[in-house]
Nanobody, 116 residues
Framework: QVQLMESGGGLVQAGGSLRLSCAAS????????MGWYRQPPGKQRELVAV???????NYSDSVKGRFTISRDNAKNTVYLQMNSLKPEDTAVYYC??????????WGQGTQVTVSS
């Protein structure tokens, strides 16, 4: 099985930046994809960004141009650099990992709060 450990969440003012990290350990199959979902208060969980083990990325329209996802395959770690943060970005952010022949794995979530 796989365990995901998230870090980097916190409180920041609008216009500021944060970097989230997620380190995976265990039996990790390749190829795979890793990414971030978020759940704002009172709303459903939504996709933020995803990156494959080959480096292909996709972003939701709401974060495109402000957030950057990257990964270090040797360390099985995915990052989310968040710039120009807005109050609308306030949410619990969840890391995930998936592969073609396995279930998806999820982190416990880390809180990001952006004040106006």
């Amino acid at each position: 099985q796989v365990q995901l450990m998230e870090s980097g969440g916190g409180l920041v003012q609008a216009g500021g930046s944060l970097r989230l990290s997620c380190a995976a350990s265990g039996s990790i199959f390749s190829p795979n994809h890793m990414g971030w979902y978020r759940q704002p208060p009172g709303k459903q969980r939504e996709l933020v960004a995803v990156i494959t083990s080959g480096g292909t990325t996709n972003y939701s329209d709401s974060v495109k141009g402000r957030f950057t996802i990257s990964r270090d395959n040797a360390k099985n770690t995915v990052y989310l650099q968040m710039n120009s943060l807005k109050p609308e970005d306030t949410a619990v952010y969840y890391c995930y990992l998936g592969a073609t022949y396995s279930r998806a794995y999820w982190g416990q979530g880390t809180q990001v709060t952006v004040s106006s």
